[in-house]
């Protein structure tokens, strides 16, 4: 089993309204041992989907707006 270099410290609900905001608290061991804190706020929108364009032959991936 492979090891993580991640744990959550706490999740904040920072927002309910239309879409749910969340603010995650995590700590990060670095390669030199060192554990960082850092954090990230994220809506959650509930279940969707996605495609990745890709063409085979360019080898490209195909953005759009």
Do not use: P
Request: proline share 0%.
């Amino acid at each position: 089993m492979q090891e993580t270099n991640v744990s959550i410290e706490k999740t904040e609900i920072l927002s309910d309204n239309w879409y749910t905001l969340k603010k995650v608290t995590f700590n990060i061991k670095k390669e030199n041992g060192h554990i960082e804190t850092q954090s990230r706020e994220a809506y959650d929108r509930g279940n969707g989907a996605v495609i990745l364009l890709y063409n085979t032959h360019t080898k490209n991936v195909i953005l759009t707006r």
